[in-house]
């Protein structure tokens, strides 16, 4: 029996860093892949690998039946893509460049006006983890397409398919970067901290890693069963408390010359919980008060 996967050809529209990373990863898989640039100096390291170069827009388009785009903004995506609907028309567009659900909705109705496939995505990696381990992309839009192209998608990173409203997977990429910014402003004031006394960044980083990872495996799946449980009563560290211990930051803060900018909006947040009688709850209430804006 053959077992050499099918190849398919595929186009890739905007050769920045992760675009590159992209038709890169579908020439190692073997698909035959033309690539377009705005600056075309850019198309040149993929040439090397196997690419076909397309001289425009449009003939990067008409290469193949899959079109991928990756490029700054889905301003840049329109300003490309709408004086080339014709061309596109009976093609899938996957659009990988990062905006909002609306855009993604936006790009959704143009496309279906003008019989193109389109299927959003957010791409969950950075360039160098592309086509490897942990990497992938979400995906939203047009299943039925994005059913016939999926196995070529596979060679860019593992497949995720978050539903048929194409705003879904700009949705969840923007809550995954949420709650990695969180973490990262987290990490970022902890060792502003502990490095005001004087403690090397890698000594603390062990800990901290650890630490974060620890507290991470726990309030990621706690917060979710509280919320679909509509309970979160909490037997591990109240709301009530954790308001009585914050003068213990911001004093220390204070005193090491270290801002508590990120402390001030924790304190109104915690401040309202236990004033609104949710003292008593974990932090999975605060799910609760950032869906509902202070009145
Ligand atoms: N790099 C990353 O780690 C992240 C990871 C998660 C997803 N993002 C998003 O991917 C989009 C592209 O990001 P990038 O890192 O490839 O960005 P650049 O290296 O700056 O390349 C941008 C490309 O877009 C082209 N471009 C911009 N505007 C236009 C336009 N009006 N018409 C045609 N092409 C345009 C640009 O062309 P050039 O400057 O080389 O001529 C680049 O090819 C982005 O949404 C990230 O948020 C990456």
């Given amino acids: 029996t053959d077992h050499t996967p099918t190849q398919h050809p595929v186009s890739v529209l905007g050769l920045g860093l992760m675009g590159s990373a992209l038709a890169s990863a579908l020439l190692k ?41 990756c490029l700054t903004t889905n301003d840049s995506v329109r300003e490309l893509f709408e004086p080339l609907a014709a061309e596109l028309s009976g093609r899938t567009l996957v659009n990988l460049t990062n905006g909002t659900p609306s855009q993604a909705r936006e790009l959704a109705a143009w496309a279906r006006e003008h019989g193109i496939a389109y299927v959003d995505g957010g791409i969950m990696a950075v360039p160098q983890m592309i086509a490897g381990p ?32 194409a705003g879904l997977a700009a949705l969840w990429d923007l809550s995954l970067l949420t709650g990695m910014y969180g973490m990262g402003l987290g990490v970022a004031q902890a060792y502003a901290l502990v490095g005001s006394a004087g403690v090397p960044a890698k000594d603390f980083a062990p800990l ?33 408390m954790n308001l009585a211990v914050l003068p213990n930051f911001t004093e220390t803060l204070a005193e090491h010359g270290v801002s508590d900018q990120l402390f001030t909006p924790l304190r109104a947040l915690l401040e309202r919980a236990v004033a609104e009688g949710y003292g008593a709850d974990g932090l999975s209430r605060m799910v609760d008060l950032l869906k509902a804006p202070e009145p």
């Fill in 208 to 240: 901290l890693l650890d630490w974060v990872v620890a507290m991470t495996q726990g309030i990621v799946p706690g917060t979710a069963e509280a919320i679909d449980s509509g309970q979160h009563l909490t037997d591990v560290s109240n709301l009530e």
């Fill in 29 to 69: 898989a073997g698909h035959p892949t033309t690539v377009w640039n705005r600056t075309a100096a850019k198309t040149g390291p993929l040439v090397a690998q196997g690419a076909t170069p397309a001289d425009t827009p449009a003939a990067g388009v008409t290469a193949s039946p899959l079109v991928i785009a």
């Fill in 134 to 165: 942990g990497a992938y992309i979400l995906y939203s839009g047009d299943e039925e397409a994005y059913a016939r192209h999926r196995d070529t998608l596979a060679a860019l990173a593992d497949t995720k398919w978050v539903g048929a409203d």
